[in-house]
């Protein structure tokens, strides 16, 4: 089975498409980093002797912030800040547990959970970080335009490579999603729906490329070519 994504993983085909385009760019992403850690010291705390986030978990939000965030959220006045805080906090928590330094899911750390909490909320409020959501928004719309060109290829691949592929519940369009729940919401299977009946010049389907429709294309597309030629996909050669 080739799955990009299953109702246990942690980051969606399309946000790791992103943090892998961070890798075509290691000094300007080094350079951001440096910069966002600067801006938001002030955030951080300090328990029993310890900084609050610890360094990998302050950089693992960064990662995942240019990894997941929303097409919809351009600029730091967007309502949708109150519902993404929300999903990076669960994010955090359960990811700084699986990692079993600071806390865990056997001997969870409240205080350290606590204080990463904090500072996850004070990063993405607004009229706190300014400063680093301007720095952030520019730079994060870069990597994701890259992220799709990347998304769009991994998908082709998944369709075409030897074995049965699988497409995961509304992975159609652009897949931005955390760990469970964030990755079981609701699937708005009727906007699918619509898209594909709408078909629409692929021109167009590029120069709109945040809605998701260009990589919806390429699966209905790419499933129509193995309905049309199955003996290919089931016994061809692989070069």
Do not use: C
Not at 13 to 27: G, W, Y
Not at 149 to 159: F, T
């Amino acid at each position: 089975m080739l799955a990009m994504a299953t109702h246990d993983h942690k980051r969606g085909p399309d946000v790791r498409a992103r943090i892998a385009a961070l890798s075509e760019m290691p000094t300007e992403w080094r350079r951001r980093v440096r910069r966002w850690a600067t801006l938001n010291r002030f955030k951080r705390q300090e328990v029993d002797g310890q900084r609050v986030p610890g360094r990998n978990d302050e950089y693992l939000l960064y990662q995942t912030l240019v990894g997941a965030w929303p097409l919809e959220i351009t600029t730091p006045e967007d309502p949708g800040f109150v519902q993404l805080a929300e999903r990076i906090v669960g994010y955090m928590i359960k990811a700084s547990r699986e990692a079993k330094l600071r806390t865990s899911w056997t001997a969870p750390d409240a205080d350290y959970e606590a204080g990463l909490e904090r500072f996850v909320r004070r990063v993405l409020d607004p009229q706190d970080s300014r400063a680093f959501l301007s720095d952030l928004l520019p730079f994060q719309a870069e990597v994701a335009l890259i992220g799709a060109v990347n998304g769009l290829a991994q998908v082709l691949l998944e369709l075409t490579a030897p074995g049965v592929p699988d497409t995961y519940q509304g992975a159609e369009l652009w897949d931005l999603s955390l760990v469970d729940p964030d990755n079981r919401r609701p699937v708005d299977y009727d906007l699918r729906a619509r898209f594909l009946q709408q078909q629409a010049p692929v021109r167009s389907l590029l120069q709109n490329w945040p809605d998701g429709r260009i990589k919806q294309h390429v699966v209905a597309k790419t499933l129509a070519l193995r309905r049309a030629e199955p003996e290919l996909f089931a016994s061809g050669t692989y070069a």
